[in-house]
């Protein structure tokens, strides 16, 4: 199934200690792009979420957005720097020797002095804190992809009535070609007899001419190729993901045919047809842009 570059997906882990949402968003883009926003703590994880998201998108703009609320209160912890202590106590001996003062410290009045005691977060846990947001980014990931196929979906069906509907303005061409080319024997015969009044017409130059003039309009080999190009695109649309590419490539194709059959147009009705399918190709050329 065919895959849209535009997708969204939401997912929470929720426990005791933390709360962690990863929210993901794209556009259409020529290759993987993925711009991320997470707290510090998870730049850490950026190669690995990079290679995880890798497993679910081939092209697209991705914006992801992390965040993570911390409910505990038992990542504090104080820490007690001895040799600051000591630097203080021994300061303070000095300052007793030099000026003759008692020492009457205590630990309570030493504990105050600043950097003696710290509070400090707690590290987490690193693999445990990956396992919690790998599994929330796989989440997103995966109501992510289930958006890009669904869009994937309508992006599919509108090509094909697109390409029907090409089918059939080709098959236009071909059928308006041989009424043509006998509208203009018939042109042609009539300018000569005007011309030439009751004077015999060669019926051989009258035959020349219109093959001449036929094999100038003639768009057998355009018209062949463009549903050939129709019939593929058709099928390429059946096929796995990663076909973005292999459609551009074959309406660019499509695109080279239609504008050979306007060229040669040497009728209304003809050249309307060939308007028609170039205006056709431009709007498949546009959904293209946007499948992956």
Known sequence: MIKSMTGFGRAELLDEEKKITVEMKSVNHRYLDVNMR???????????IRSLLKEYIQRGKVDLFITCEDYTQGRMAVKYNRDIAAQY????????E??????????????????????????????????SLENTIRRAAEQFVETRSQEGAHLRRDILEKLADMDEKVAGVEKRYPDIIKEYREKLETKVRELLADTHIEES???????????????DEETVRLKSHIAHMGQVLSEDDGIGRKLDFIAQEMNR???????KANDLETS??????????????EQIQNIE
């Open 257 to 263: 045919e239609a504008n050979t059959i306007l060229s």
């Open 38 to 48: 997470m707290p510090k703590k998870f730049s850490i994880f950026e190669a690995s």
């Open 98 to 131: 030099d000026f003759e003062l008692d020492e009457e410290v205590d630990a309570a009045a030493l504990s105050r002095y600043p950097e003696v005691l710290t509070m400090e977060e707690q590290e987490s846990d690193e693999k445990e804190l990956w396992s």
């Open 205 to 219: 130059r009258i035959a020349a001419e219109v093959v001449l003039f036929a094999d100038k309009i003639c768009t």
């Open 89 to 96: 106590m021994e300061c303070l001996r000095q300052i007793g």
């Open 272 to 285: 309307n047809l060939a308007i028609d399918l170039k205006t056709e190709i431009e709007k498949i050329r």
